[in-house]
């Protein structure tokens, strides 16, 4: 389908694509085997400039916006979602910085964030706070000129790798949501170390650590916007990124149609190539009309976020839920239409297929974004009334 991309779009479009082809497919088996995290592939993108691709031109990016991310991302996923994850999870980090820092923590920042020669992760995730994100309880308190950084971070994508942290902690436990904070802090201080990396289903090459600050000591201007509003924070960071996860679950589900298709017309059973099947032809019509429905919502609502609008929630949400189990649901019918060959690690759709289950799990399960869009429609309606 026509999305009427403009020529710099498909220029973008086209540089992951060559990226995921020529230097993702040939290593993703190997990445996800050895679980190894893939450096060299982020010096590549970091010389194609994409991870500017959001940052604004005055700090060393290119201007682009949430469409452009999207499409770039959902190029990488098509080959492998444990690099498209590294590279998403690096826009995730960033947003708190873009959206709400200072000048001087922009200047400061963002430059190296642009030319990809320092990672940065999220940290709002902890063992008794994943969906209940306001009940984190890692705390920062005021000493003099410093904030001391108390708690353990989980799960928490490029944690070890990245050199950049955006973390959300507790300055007032006493105002609830109200009273969470947003700071950065580096790699390095004091106070700030690591835990073990995770063996996860799926993603494997990105990676996924603990982080644990035990009286980390940071400037007191390292507070992101200012206290009190961590959690708006978090909330504005998730809802920027929400169509970045999205793109991931077109991008993998393109990947496992493509293959699904190539198979079906190699593969002859009762003397004809299996695609000459109705069974599985309407397998892969469906695939195919679940693909364009989820890309159709993730451009527009990329879109959407683009013209400026203030409150995306409820469409960022739709965004994620939707194609993310578009996601699973093709990547899981690829292995169908596969058979005993989709099961089997020698074809790329069983990898494909472990990795689309965390989709539909970070950046807020797809219980919460249904709880999200839930939430708006009750204001909605009662602002009609
Ligand atoms: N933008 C701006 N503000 C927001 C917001 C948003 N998208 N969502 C909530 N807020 C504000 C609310 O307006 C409220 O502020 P006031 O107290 O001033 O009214 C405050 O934040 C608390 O909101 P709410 O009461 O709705 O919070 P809940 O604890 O009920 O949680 C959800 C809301 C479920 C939406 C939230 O916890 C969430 O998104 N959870 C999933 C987190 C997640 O994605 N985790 C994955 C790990 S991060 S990679």
Request: no cysteine.
């Given at each position: 389908m026509d999305y009427f991309l403009t020529e710099e779009q498909m220029m973008i479009r086209d540089l992951a694509r060559q990226i995921a082809e020529e230097k993702i497919v040939p290593v993703r088996e190997e990445l996800d085997e050895k679980e190894e995290f893939p450096w060299e592939i982020m010096k590549v993108i970091a010389q194609s400039d994409l991870f500017g691709l959001f940052i604004p031109e005055e700090y060393g990016g290119l201007g682009k916006g949430s469409l452009e991310l999207c499409l770039a991302v959902e190029e990488l996923s098509r080959a492998c979602l444990g690099v498209s994850t590294t590279y998403a999870a690096n826009a995730l980090g960033s947003f708190p910085l873009l959206l709400f820092g200072t000048e001087e923590q922009k200047k400061k920042y963002l430059p190296d964030i642009a030319a990809g020669k320092r990672l940065v992760a999220f940290g709002l995730t902890e063992a008794n706070a994943g969906s209940d994100a306001a009940g984190i309880q890692t705390t920062a308190k005021l000493e003099g000129n410093a904030y001391v950084l108390n708690g353990t971070k989980q799960w928490i994508t490029n944690g070890g790798e990245a050199e950049i942290y955006t973390i959300i902690?507790?300055?007032?436990?006493?105002?609830?949501?109200?009273?969470?904070?947003?700071?950065?802090?580096?790699?390095?201080?004091?106070?700030?170390?690591?835990?073990k990396k995770e063996k996860k289903m799926g993603i494997r090459a990105s990676v996924t650590r603990e982080l644990i600050f035990d009286n980390c000591r940071i400037p007191k201007d390292n507070i992101i916007g200012k206290e009190?509003?961590?959690?708006?924070?978090?909330?504005?960071?998730?809802?920027?990124?929400?169509?970045?996860?999205?793109?991931?679950?077109?991008?993998?589900?393109?990947?496992?149609?493509?293959?699904?298709?190539?198979?079906?017309?190699?593969?002859?059973?009762f003397g004809h190539p299996i695609i000459s099947f109705q069974a599985i032809q309407h397998m892969l019509a469906d695939m195919a009309t679940d693909i364009e429905a989820a890309r159709s919502l993730i451009y527009s609502v990329a879109r959407y976020v683009d013209s400026g609008a203030k409150d995306v929630s409820k469409e960022s949400a739709m965004a994620k839920v939707f194609a993310t189990d578009v996601g699973m649901r093709v990547t899981t019918n690829a292995v169908q239409v596969m058979g005993g060959s989709g099961y089997m690690r020698e074809y790329p759709v069983e990898k494909m297929m472990r990795d689309a289950k965390i989709l539909q799990i970070y950046e807020g399960t797809n219980q919460i974004q249904r709880n999200v869009i839930g939430q708006a429609l009750i204001k909605e309606a009662a602002k009609k009334k």
């Open positions: 902690a507790i300055t007032d436990r006493a105002k609830g949501p109200r009273g969470a904070s947003a700071f950065v802090v580096e790699k390095g201080t004091p106070g700030f170390t690591f835990g009190g509003i961590g959690f708006v924070v978090a909330m504005k960071t998730l809802d920027s990124s929400r169509t970045g996860v999205g793109s991931q679950g077109v991008g993998v589900a393109q990947g496992a149609f493509d293959e699904a298709v190539k198979f079906a017309r190699q593969r002859v059973q």
